[in-house]
C-alpha cells in the first residue's frame, strides 16, 4: 500500500479476526493487540513480508523481532527448549508476557531478518484472546514488534497506532487499550543455565529465578553481545526532554503524575504501580502531544512491574545521539 491511502481499521469480532489472517496470509502487515502492547505482525516465514515490518517501523535491520506463537509446542519448532528449565517455564508462564530467547533451530523455516542473523530467536506466546485466535486461524508464526516507527513510544491503543503508522500497515485490529501496558520481559537462558534479563516487564524473572533454584539470582551479568534498540539508552522517546524524579513543575512542563504528585496526565493516583504500566504510554504520548516543549515524570517506585517502568522512563529521558 502507498503511503496516501489510510489503513483500514477493523473491529476484533471472528469477522475481523479471519480479515486479519488472510492479510497475514498474503504477506500483509497487520497491528495486532496483545495484552502488553498493539504489535505489527507480518508471517515470520515469509522474507518480503517481514521486510515489510522492518520498512513501515523504519527499523534498523540489526535489531531483531519476537516471534508469537500459540504455545510451548509450536515454539519447540522454531527454538530449541532442551535446556534444564525452558521447557517448564514456558509451560508454566505461557501464554503470558514473557519472551524467551532460545538457540534458534536450523530447520525453523523463519525469515532470516526476523532473528537479525543472531544464532538465537526470541519467542513467546501471548495471552490476549484476539491474538490467541488469529494464532490459531494461520498456519505460520507471526512476527510482531510493538506497532510504532523505531525509538518512538509503544502503542496501547489504536488511536496510536494510527498516529504513528497510518497509512503503512494494512489493517488494524481494534480490540480498545490493552492490558499490561508494559512490553513483555525478555529471558535469556543460555545453554548451561546462564540467566539474563535482556528487559525487565511484567514477569518478575528474579522471582522466576528463586522459583527454580531455591537462591538469589547472581548479580546481572552484562547480556551477550547484542545490539539491540530496546536495549539501546535512548528508546520509547516521546521527542521532547524529558526530567526524571520531578517533584514540582516548571510552567513550560507537561507533568506525568504517580501518587501524591498529581500530574497533567496522573500514572495512578492510588500510588499503585500495575495501574501505572497500564497508563504509561498513554501518558507519554499525550505529553508528547501537548503544546508544552517539555515533560517532567513524578518519581515512581522501583518495585515489581515499575522496575520495568522506571526502565522505559531512563530510554525516554536519554536524548538520542
Ligand atoms: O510485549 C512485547 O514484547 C511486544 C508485543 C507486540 O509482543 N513486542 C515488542 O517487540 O516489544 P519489540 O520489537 O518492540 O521489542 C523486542 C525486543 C527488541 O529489543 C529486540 O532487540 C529483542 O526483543 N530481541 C528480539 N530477538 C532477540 C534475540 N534473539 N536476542 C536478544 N534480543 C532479542
Ligand atoms: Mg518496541
Not at 70 to 78: F, L
Not at 187 to 201: M, N, Q, T
Not at 273 to 302: F, G, K, Q, W
Amino acid at each position: 500500500m502507498s503511503d496516501k491511502d489510510a489503513s483500514a481499521v477493523v473491529l476484533a469480532d471472528e469477522e475481523g479476526i479471519a480479515r486479519a489472517a488472510k492479510v497475514l496470509a498474503a504477506g500483509g502487515l497487520v497491528a495486532v493487540p496483545t495484552e502488553t502492547v498493539y504489535g505489527l505482525a507480518a508471517r515470520a516465514d515469509d522474507d518480503a513480508a517481514v521486510a515489510r515490518i522492518y520498512a513501515a517501523k523504519g527499523r534498523p535491520g540489526f535489531n531483531p523481532l519476537i516471534v508469537h506463537v500459540r504455545d510451548a509446542e509450536q515454539a519447540a519448532r522454531y527454538g530449541d527448549f532442551s535446556g534444564p528449565v525452558l521447557q517448564d517455564i514456558a509451560g508454566a508462564r505461557w501464554p503470558g508476557p514473557l519472551t524467551l530467547v532460545v538457540e534458534r533451530r536450523q530447520d525453523a523455516g523463519l525469515a532470516e531478518a526476523v532473528t537479525a542473523g543472531l544464532p538465537t530467536v526470541a519467542l513467546r506466546a501471548p495471552a490476549h484472546p484476539v491474538m490467541r485466535r488469529l494464532l490459531e486461524m494461520v498456519d505460520f508464526p507471526l512476527a510482531a514488534p510493538s506497532a510504532n516507527r523505531s525509538g518512538f513510544i509503544s502503542p496501547t491503543s489504536p488511536e496510536h497506532v494510527l498516529a504513528s503508522l497510518d497509512g503503512r500497515v494494512d489493517l488494524v485490529l481494534d480490540a480498545g487499550p490493552t492490558e499490561a501496558g508494559v512490553e513483555s520481559t525478555i529471558l535469556r537462558i543460555g545453554p548451561g543455565d546462564e540467566w539474563h534479563e535482556l528487559r525487565p516487564g511484567p514477569v518478575d524473572v528474579a522471582a522466576l529465578y528463586r522459583h527454580y533454584h531455591d537462591r538469589e539470582m547472581p548479580g546481572a551479568p552484562a547480556a551477550e553481545g547484542i545490539t539491540a534498540p530496546g536495549q539501546l539508552a535512548s528508546h520509547y522517546a516521546p521527542g521532547k526532554p524529558v526530567r526524571l524524579e520531578a517533584s514540582e513543575v516548571a510552567p513550560d512542563e507537561f507533568l506525568i503524575g504517580f501518587g501524591a504528585v498529581a500530574g497533567d496526565c496522573t500514572l495512578s493516583a492510588a500510588g499503585d504501580v500495575n495501574e501505572a504500566a497500564t497508563r504509561l504510554y498513554a501518558c507519554l504520548h499525550e505529553a508528547a502531544r501537548s503544546d508544552r516543549p517539555r515533560i517532567a515524570v513524578a518519581p515512581v517506585p522501583d518495585e515489581g512491574v515499575g522496575r520495568a517502568i522506571n526502565d522505559r522512563l531512563r530510554r525516554a529521558a536519554t536524548p538520542p545521539d
